[in-house]
C-alpha cells in the first residue's frame, strides 16, 4: 500500500527565514503526491501536487516541493516564512489500489515567529 | 470557499445515540470522501463514493455507514456512538486532476 510519512510533528522558523517541512514517501509505481495546509478550524486547502514532470512542484501562496525519486522525499518548501504560514500541513499520496483514495501523513504543525 | 458544503458544523450528542452528517460536493465532481481527524490519529480515510457507487473502504467501524444520493450529496450515519467517535469529520470532493477540495467540517462531540 501507498504511504507517507512526516518525520517532524513541529518545525519552527523564524518570519523572513526559509522553511522546510519533510515527507517522505512509499509507493509502489509512479507516485501522486500533494501538500495540503489545515488553519485552525478549517477545512483543509491543497497547495501543490506532483505527478510527472519538472522535480520543483510551485504551488499557492509562494510554496514549492522538491520531488527526489533517489530520496523518495517531497519537501514542503518556502524562501521566505510568514507568520502567516503557521498552520498544519500534511503530505499526501494518491492510492489507486481498490478506488482514487488519498492517504495522509500525520501532520507536521509549523510556527513562524515574527 | 472549496465549494464543498457540510452540515452540521457543530453536533453534540450522547453516548448511545446516532447521527448523521450531510455532504455536497463541489458544483460537477462525482466522487465524495470521508475522513475522520481525531487528536491522536490523524487524517483517517473512511469511504469513498463515486456517483452514487461505493468505490474503496478505509478504516470505517461497522457502526459507521454512507451512502451518495442520485443528487450527489451524500450522508455519513453514525450509530451507538461511543466516547471515542468524538472528532472532526470532513468530506471532500475531488478535481479533475486528483486534488481534494474539502468542506469545513463536521465537528462531533459525544458526552
Known amino acids: 500500500a501507498q504511504s507517507v510519512a512526516q518525520p517532524e510533528d513541529q518545525v519552527n522558523v523564524a518570519e523572513g527565514n526559509p522553511l522546510t517541512v519533510k515527507c517522505t514517501y512509499s509507493?509502489?509505481?509512479?507516485?501522486?503526491l500533494f501538500w495540503y495546509v489545515q488553519y485552525p478550524n478549517r477545512g483543509l486547502q491543497f497547495l501543490l501536487k506532483?505527478?510527472?514532470?519538472?522535480?520543483l512542484v510551485k504551488g499557492s501562496y509562494g510554496f514549492e516541493a522538491e520531488f527526489n525519486k533517489s530520496q523518495t522525499s517531497f519537501h514542503l518548501k518556502k524562501p521566505s516564512a510568514l507568520v502567516s504560514d503557521s498552520a498544519l500541513y500534511f503530505c499526501?499520496?494518491?492510492?489507486?489500489?481498490?478506488?482514487?483514495?488519498?492517504?495522509f501523513g500525520a501532520g507536521t504543525r509549523l510556527f513562524v515567529k515574527a | 470557499d472549496s465549494g464543498v458544503t457540510q452540515t452540521p458544523k457543530h453536533l453534540i450528542t450522547a453516548t448511545g445515540q446516532r447521527v448523521t452528517l450531510r455532504c455536497s460536493p463541489r458544483?460537477?465532481?462525482?466522487?465524495v470522501y470521508w475522513y475522520q481527524q481525531s487528536l491522536d490519529q490523524g487524517l483517517q480515510f473512511l469511504i469513498q463514493?463515486?456517483?452514487?457507487?461505493?468505490?474503496a473502504k478505509g478504516n470505517i467501524l461497522e457502526r459507521f455507514s454512507a451512502q451518495q444520493f442520485p443528487d450527489l450529496h451524500s450522508e455519513l450515519n453514525l450509530s451507538s456512538l461511543e466516547l471515542g467517535d468524538s472528532a472532526l469529520y470532513f468530506c471532500?470532493?475531488?478535481?479533475?486532476?486528483?486534488?481534494?477540495?474539502f468542506g469545513e467540517g463536521s465537528r462531533l462531540t459525544v458526552l
Open positions: 471532500a470532493s475531488r478535481g479533475d486532476t486528483g486534488e481534494l477540495f
Open positions: 463514493y463515486y456517483n452514487g457507487e461505493e468505490r
Open positions: 458544483s460537477g465532481d462525482l466522487s
Open positions: 506532483y505527478i510527472t514532470g519538472d522535480n
Open positions: 509507493v509502489s509505481g509512479n507516485p501522486y
Open positions: 499526501a499520496v494518491r492510492d489507486d489500489t481498490g478506488g482514487f483514495k488519498t492517504i
